[in-house]
């Protein structure tokens, strides 16, 4: 069974950066997609990104494209997300997910996702 534990959040200045860690365990890890999800206090969970168990595609939200990257290491069993440039409606709570399907089902479909880990906090200060 695959689990997953996140880490890296933090309180950081606007226009700073962050690195987040997602640690996978299990045998078939690195045959699931990955991705971050986000949930900022009185709103919904929303997509950020998610990157293809080969790491060759990946998918951004709109509101993170340019300023966020995703990547994995196999190898490692981690799948990474560097915050560059954050803004203060960045704060949220950043949980990884895994799944055996598509990273296009994990960004339109997230609540059939296999996978949650439990979340790490990410504040941006203005």
């Known amino acids: 069974q695959v689990q997953v534990v996140e880490s890296g959040g933090g309180l950081v200045q606007a226009g700073g950066s962050l690195r987040l860690s997602c640690a996978a365990s299990?045998?078939?890890?690195?045959?699931?997609?990955m991705g971050w999800f986000r949930q900022a206090p009185g709103k919904e969970r929303e997509f950020v990104a998610a990157?293809?168990?080969?790491?060759?595609?990946?998918y951004y939200a709109d509101s993170v494209k340019g300023r966020f990257t995703i990547s994995r290491d196999n190898a490692k069993n981690t799948v990474y997300l560097q915050m560059n440039s954050l803004k203060p409606e960045d704060t949220a709570v950043y949980y990884c997910a895994a799944d055996r399907s598509t990273i296009a089902t994990m960004r339109d479909q997230p609540r059939y996702l296999e996978v949650w880990g439990q979340g790490t906090l990410v504040t941006v200060s203005s």
């Open positions: 990157i293809s168990w080969s790491g060759r595609s990946t």
């Open positions: 299990g045998r078939t890890v690195s045959t699931y997609a």
